[in-house]
């Protein structure tokens, strides 16, 4: 009886044992998912959110409310991206940013009136480093006010203006400094890689030779080839802050000759600088191929083709969205033969007497495309205008117009024309005998009108009369200055 009692006793104290060692792993196990707890200060809120960068978009992922103990706690048992992310008010009032990382367990006290000043945090030194490095330029910044107020108020040069340059200057170098500290002192933080990515590149040791001197006519090619020196594309994470593409964008928009040889090369150069990290390229490549699909630049539709086939399509990027990737190859296909510089789809149609009529077969210096309705409200005001145009540059510049209209009824198409003494060529996109013309020129709406050459390549799309007649004066100088020389 006793031989058993110990062998019992034995039991329990092996099965506390092991009680104790899984609740010991259990509380020195790292936490799964978040928990965001954010106090507020004279908030009459009683929800808030909480939302993520992506890109230069943001999105929500998550709604606190307000607990009994007064505090807000976002909490989910999935981690969520690392990156830049908003706390926002129940107005959608951006109440404070923070960088979420690591154990993403981390709690914020502040006053929503004065968050920088009032911040508390508890949980990530990143994020206490970071308003820490907030306040600093925000007192420097009240320091040297006073000393540009004097300075732009006192323009003429003196003693008193030699001090207080030499004092902006100080506090300039001092501000730098800190700067450089900061995301030095911190190099894996990604509060310290956005911070140095908002940072000008110094250009200066590329445009100074050994005596000293500065070369300011190399400063734009050095700022350009240094651009992103302080960029770190090997991390995936400054793609959910705002910084990716306020970077991209500036580049590719003010550094870059705005033609499609100088886009497409630096194109490459961003996707080669990418390289680095498989989800930055994932989404440069579809970053770039929406940002110009979506352009309002005449001509940049050819970007968007240009990044599908070279690095999309052929696998040399993966696709973000695989789902998307069939609509994607469509929308290429679609526009690829519309791009500027490529001879025109035929088109043959019948008019209002049934005689057929080919786009390609008119001879003429310019041919206008003009698609367009009897019922559309804009088409109606475009007509005027082209009628106009017409009368005034129809011999001047050997031009034609081929005008397709999308009506249904016949009859009313007819009364239109008439109506309306409308003498050039007019057919009916019903009454094709090339395919449906909505297909071949990608057309959606009206008024559309495209502009080709005398080979019908097309000179401009998209645009109407006011811009085209721009487009064929600038054209006529350029032809002309060629021919005098």
Known sequence: MIRNLSRYSFLFVSCLLALVVFTTMQLFAAPKGYRITVKLSDSKDTAILLAHYFGNKQYLDDTAFLNKQGVFVFEGSEKLHEGMYIVAGQSKSKYFYFF????????????PDDVVNTMEVKGSEENRQFYAYIRYLGNKQKEIEPWNKWKQ????????????????????????????SFYSSN????????????????????????????????????????????????????????VFTT???????????????????????????SEGSKETQKYMAWYL??????????????????????????????WMYPSAKDNILKRVNAIEPLLLNKTAPNLIMLDTNNVAHSL???????????FWES???????????????????RKVYDLEVFGISGDTSLVKWKEYIRKNNMPWINVNGHLSLSGNYHTLYDIHSTPVMFLLDENKKILSKRVLIDQIIDLIGKREEVLYKRSEK
């Open 153 to 180: 108020a006192n323009k003429e040069k003196n003693d008193s203006s030699v001090i207080v340059q030499a004092r902006i200057d100080a506090i300039d170098k001092e501000v730098k400094a800190f700067i450089r």
């Open 100 to 111: 979420l990382t690591g154990s993403q367990q981390m709690e914020f006290r502040c006053n």
């Open 360 to 370: 390609h077969a008119i001879k003429a210096r310019y041919t206008l495309v003009f």
């Open 375 to 393: 019922t559309c409200g804009h088409c109606q005001k475009e007509v005027p205008k082209t009628l106009k145009f017409y009368e005034e540059f």
């Open 289 to 318: 191929s929406l940002k110009y699909e979506s352009s309002e630049i005449m001509g940049h539709d050819a970007l968007f083709v240009y990044v599908v086939r070279q690095y999309l399509e052929p696998g040399k990027v993966e």
């Open 247 to 273: 970077k991209i964008d500036y580049y590719l928009d003010k550094l870059v000759v705005p033609i499609q040889d100088s886009l497409e090369k630096d194109i490459d150069r961003l996707m080669e600088l």
């Open 187 to 242: 190099p894996e933080f990604l509060a310290a890689r956005f911070v140095k990515a908002n940072n000008e590149p110094d250009i200066l040791p590329y445009i100074t030779d050994e005596s000293g001197k500065v070369d300011s006519s190399g400063i734009f090619r050095a700022y350009k080839q240094h651009y992103f020196d302080n960029f770190t594309f090997s991390d995936a994470r400054l793609i959910y802050s705002p």
